[in-house]
């Protein structure tokens, strides 16, 4: 089955303590992005990649990082989590969102986390 | 800045209605528009996708439409069920300034048995 699988789907943590949250797709797809969503801001877009080891940022990248070392996982790391990054965040992954016909966004499921 | 705008907010019809849902965006340099649906707790689902050269796009009772001299995009849904409640969402992708995907805050509907 196609999909894309984020972990862990739930994380309450407190600040300043470096946590990584994990996204795997099995679609062989080249683009991979992360948002967050608040309520009344909507999904904002932290980071996308276009490929293995190409990475860039999205609107709202300032306090995260990831990684793109294969082509199947896009790992979201919070360095030093604070309370304004408490939301929540989806992984979505594409073939190539500029290729015509072959753009359909896969998303995970989502994950809460709280900083405390 | 490409800025996208959902209107309504929030939306209640009556079971079997016909209803238009709309998307504007401030630039019509996009790659393409897509219209998502969101249910609480759960992650997107695609639902159309329309390119850049596209007039519009069907599936079932769904019809998604883009003008982008205007910077307009509607989703069209036939015949409302209550499975049909849900938040819709729609994003672009400029052609600008990397590759970026830009949502809407949303529409949110429910459809009254």
């Known amino acids: 089955e196609a999909q894309v699988t984020q972990n862990p789907r739930y994380l309450i943590t407190v600040t300043g303590k470096k946590l990584t949250v994990t996204c795997s797709q099995n679609?062989?797809?080249?683009?991979m992005s992360w948002y967050r969503q608040d309520p009344g801001l909507g999904l904002r877009q932290i980071y996308y990649?276009?490929?293995?080891?190409?990475?860039d940022k999205g609107d709202v990248p300032e306090g995260y990082k990831v990684s793109r070392k294969e082509k199947r996982n896009f790992p979201l790391i919070l360095e030093s989590p604070s309370p304004n990054q408490t939301s929540l965040y989806f992984c979505?992954?594409?073939?190539?969102?500029?290729?015509?016909?072959?753009?359909?966004?896969?998303f995970g499921q989502g994950t809460r986390l709280t900083v405390v | 800045k490409q800025e996208v705008t959902q209107i309504p907010a929030a939306l209640s019809v009556p079971e079997g209605e016909n209803l238009v849902l709309n998307c504007s965006f401030t630039?019509?340099?996009?790659?393409?528009l897509q219209w998502f649906r969101q249910d609480p707790g759960k992650g997107l689902t695609s639902l159309l996708l329309?390119?850049?050269?596209?007039r519009e796009q069907t599936s079932g009772r769904l019809n998604a439409s883009l003008d982008k001299s205007s910077g307009r995009s509607t989703l069209y849904i036939a015949a409302s069920q209550p499975g049909d409640s849900a938040t819709y969402l729609c994003?672009?992708?400029?052609?600008?300034?990397?590759?970026?995907?830009?949502f809407g805050a949303g529409t949110r509907l429910f459809v009254k048995a």
């Open positions: 979505a992954s594409s073939l190539d969102p500029f290729e015509q016909g072959e753009t359909e966004a896969f």
């Open positions: 679609m062989n797809h080249e683009y």
């Open positions: 990649s276009m490929n293995v080891e190409v990475t």
């Open positions: 630039d019509s340099a996009i790659y393409n």
């Open positions: 329309i390119q850049s050269s596209q």
């Open positions: 994003a672009v992708t400029p052609n600008t300034g990397g590759f970026k995907t830009i």
